[in-house]
């Protein structure tokens, strides 16, 4: 492992306290002084500019891509200008510490790639009732017990466990000295030992190990990651991501679960009956429905591109859109269905305006449209299908969440998912006409 995430560990478990720590000498604040002549803005100041929850996630895609390494929680440091002026020099950019739309959407872009390459998602261990972010295409497999649970992958070169201990004299100092002993033969590279946790790291035997553990009052519960060097080039993000997403004692139990019954919007794309849409709209859904159409069967997926085939069986009145390939350039008009809530209940289609942020992998939306509009069609200035707004979950690896954000997956990903599922797209330019609301009801 490179010494970067021993440095990452440090600023994890050390951050909390330094940023508590009084300003100035002998805990008084530094007057502030008049300044002779205007200062220029630096790097740090457009960055501390930012809404604290749009930092948090430029931290978590820069940790994502290997760019940062310190603990992930929206506030502004020497560490995030370095990462950010670090991307833009891999990138062949200007090093000047702030992203431009084109980079930012290129990074975000990565970022979402390297999550998707190890299934991140954030989860409430039902056992414990502890946060964590998991990467769970790397450990599939999954046991528990009365002390914990585990997750590892088929061979065991990767292994995560969640575990807890109760004792009435527990203290972290006891806790990290069991922890240093428990396998025998660790050995130990990095320690940490604060009032209420505990961070250690080193090797055991042949694989590299991360544990984290925090107490409250008689219970700690400890978050150990181990894997083979080999995978080292795809566990580091992963380390600093879950050392920042670890939430062993969450004050509301974790992240809510998805609602019971959620909207979202599908674009008609054939007469008979084929629907396209988000794929997130229909994630766990027990059933789905097609407003006035009645249930609907889920055919193929996307998981690339984030879409999903519909079909509905029996349906008149079909309007599909004609899907022209139109060009996102300039912005995008969103044509969709917003939640009922957002509409006293209603169910009407409305249109709202989106800048599109070009760079590598999908376009980032701005601003993000309301709940409901995952799936909405999008369309160019001259009205043509540009292509498809998903609305994607917040993934940062942090303990808060930021609001979700939005993507186009652009007319041609949606043209060639259709077509290596042969769906011929024949309609009219009547994006009104062709979309309809998407009811995911789960149970």
Known sequence: MRATIAAALMIVTTAVYAEAQPAGTNGRAKPKLAAAHPVAQTPADTASAMAPAERQTLQSDLAWTGHYNGIINGEVSDRLIAAIKTFQKDQGGKQTGVLNPQERSVLAAAARKSRGNVGWKTITDAGTGARLGLPARLVPQQSSDGNGTKWGSATGTIQIMLTRRKDANLTTAKLADLERKEPVGRKIDYSAVKPDFFVLS?????????????????????????????????????????????????????????????????????????????????????????????????????????????????????????????????????????????????????????????????????????????????????????????????????????????????????QAFLKANKVTAVGSSDAKAAVVRIICVRK
């Open 202 to 414: 080193g090797m055991q035997g042949l694989k590299k190990f991360y544990a984290r553990g925090q107490l409250r009052g008689s219970e700690a519960r400890i978050l150990t990651i181990l894997y083979d060097q080999a995978t080292e080039g795809t566990m580091e993000p992963v380390v600093i991501a879950m050392s920042s997403a670890f939430d062993p004692f969450p004050a509301n139990g974790g992240p809510p679960p998805r609602k019971t019954v959620e909207y979202g919007t599908g674009v008609t794309v054939s007469s008979d009956g084929a629907i396209v849409t988000d794929l997130d709209v229909v994630d766990g859904c027990q059933s789905i429905v097609v407003a006035g159409h009645g249930n609907a069967d889920r055919i193929a997926d996307d998981k690339d591109h984030g879409l999903t085939l519909l079909r509905i069986y029996g349906a008149h009145g079909l309007q599909p859109i004609a899907l022209d390939g139109g060009t996102a350039k300039g912005g995008v008009d969103l044509v969709g269905i917003a939640d009922p809530q957002n509409q006293g209940g209603g169910s009407a289609v409305s249109r709202v305006k989106a800048s599109v942020a070009q760079g590598g992998g999908e376009p980032a939306l701005s601003p993000t449209p309301a709940s409901g509009f995952s799936g909405a069609a999008a369309l160019d200035t001259n009205g043509k299908f540009a292509g498809l707004a998903l609305l994607k979950p917040a993934t940062v690896a942090g303990l808060s969440t930021p609001a979700a954000q939005a993507v186009l997956a652009q007319a041609e990903v949606v």
